[in-house]
């Protein structure tokens, strides 16, 4: 193993990573470790997706038990970028440039990823540095906005509540979703100025609906994983509160059950922080992560969110049909309210209805709304 960066081969880390990596890695290859968890390495065969996926699999796999530190133990979840020397690159310059370019799009992946460099990819990231320049500024410059889409009762169609998604009119693009670049301003940080951004508009433009006597009972606002281990979240939501006047039990923050992935306890403390302001807390996308039942009893959640992915077939998939009517059923025994979102059918909305879970989101009361557009709607 060629450790390609001097500086860090006192690090004890590093150590204990190379003596486990010699055991699977060829004397021809080499392993390089750019900063934290990443990785690079370079292979001296001919470009062969096989062999990188397989020198990569097996680096995961002999980092997937932690190291022990002085006496703590250390998880490695590595993102490697693979490269195929000379094949790719013909200077170490553009091997190490390379290299680095896939193991971001790895890193965009998520942890314990590789994946192989390719000439598009150097394309895409070209363009996605761009972005990621372009959405620096378009805070500052006034590009996001932020839509909201109605929670509805199935029973009168009265809206009971606004989640409010953000968007970004970009100046060449047009109006990108948060798909394209949320995932970006989490790798870069931007998001949690970002995420305050979000918080202090939805909480103004509640109270603008208030003034007119019009605002539905809550106000709602996604709040992603990297939001939620900031440390900065409990003060912006406090700051938020008391700038904008906001009741806190109408503002509702939609987190995910990734939160319950990371130290549990740590998570607890945090909701509990939260809650201790007053404001609601909703677990969207429920039921496609990995809830554990064990910690959801734990976790100070007022409302579960049914995912899309089980509501789009609820009409002729009896196994969604069996797991909506589950989550209800969870949900009203342990005491937390349910909404089910992605509602597009009257069929879907009836067998809702019928299971006892009437609050609804979806296209059939409304797209996401632009906030003059969706003011109308709350007028009406
Ligand atoms: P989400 O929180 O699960 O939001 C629901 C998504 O489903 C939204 O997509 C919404 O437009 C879409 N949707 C609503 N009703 C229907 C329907 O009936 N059918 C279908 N097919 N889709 C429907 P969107 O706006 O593109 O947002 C995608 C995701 O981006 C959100 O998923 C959320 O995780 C994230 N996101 C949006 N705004 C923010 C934000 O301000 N902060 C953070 N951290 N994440 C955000
Ligand atoms: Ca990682
Ligand atoms: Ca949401
Ligand atoms: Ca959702």
């Known amino acids: 193993i060629n450790d390609l960066y001097g500086h860090a081969a006192g690090d004890e880390v590093l150590k204990l990573v190379a003596r486990r990596l010699r055991q699977v890695v060829r004397m021809s290859d080499t392993v390089g470790r750019l900063a934290g968890d990443e990785f690079i390495i370079a292979l001296t065969d001919v470009a062969d997706g096989d062999v990188g996926d397989q020198v990569a699999s097996k680096i995961i796999e002999a980092l997937s038990e932690p190291f022990l530190i002085l006496d703590a133990e250390l998880f490695c979840l590595p993102s490697i970028g ?31 990823r590789h994946i192989a460099f390719s000439e598009d990819m150097a394309q895409r990231s070209i363009e996605m540095m761009n972005l990621e320049n372009d959405l620096r500024h378009a805070l500052n410059r006034e590009e996001l906005e932020l839509h909201y889409q109605p929670k509805v009762s199935g029973h009168d169609g009265s809206v009971v509540g606004a989640e409010a998604l953000i968007r970004w009119r ?40 208030q003034a007119e006597g019009i605002a539905p009972d809550s106000v709602s606002v996604n709040v992603s994983m990297r939001q939620f281990t900031d440390t900065s979240l409990l003060e912006s939501v406090r700051d938020v509160l008391e700038t904008t006047g906001i009741p806190p039990g109408c503002l509702d923050l939609e987190i995910t059950e990734s939160v319950m992935t990371g130290n549990v306890e740590r998570a607890v403390s945090i909701l509990n922080g939260l809650k201790s302001l007053g404001v609601t807390l909703s677990m969207d996308d429920f039921g496609t992560g990995y809830s554990s039942l064990n910690y959801l009893k734990t976790f100070p959640i007022d409302t579960l969110k049914i ?27 342990l005491g937390f309210n349910v909404i089910a979102e992605g509602v597009e059918s009257h069929d879907q909305l009836a067998f809702l209805i019928g299971s006892d879970c009437p609050l609804f989101q979806g296209y059939l009361a409304s797209r996401p709304l632009p906030v003059d557009a969706f003011t109308e709607f709350l007028r009406s």
Request: aromatic share 8%; glycine share 6%.
């Open 307 to 333: 995912d899309q992915t089980f509501v789009r077939d609820l009409s002729h998939d009896t196994k969604d049909a069996a797991i909506v009517t589950t989550i209800v059923t969870l949900a009203r025994n």
């Open 170 to 209: 970009h100046p060449r693009l047009g109006l990108v979703g948060p798909g394209d670049f949320i995932p970006l301003a989490e790798e870069s940080g931007l998001i949690i100025p970002m995420g305050r951004w979000t918080l202090v508009t939805a909480c103004k433009q509640y109270m603008l609906w």
């Open 82 to 112: 693979i490269t195929y020397f000379p094949d790719q690159a013909d200077s170490v310059e553009a091997l190490l440039r390379n290299a680095d370019i896939a193991m971001y799009h790895a890193k965009l992946l998520g942890d314990r």
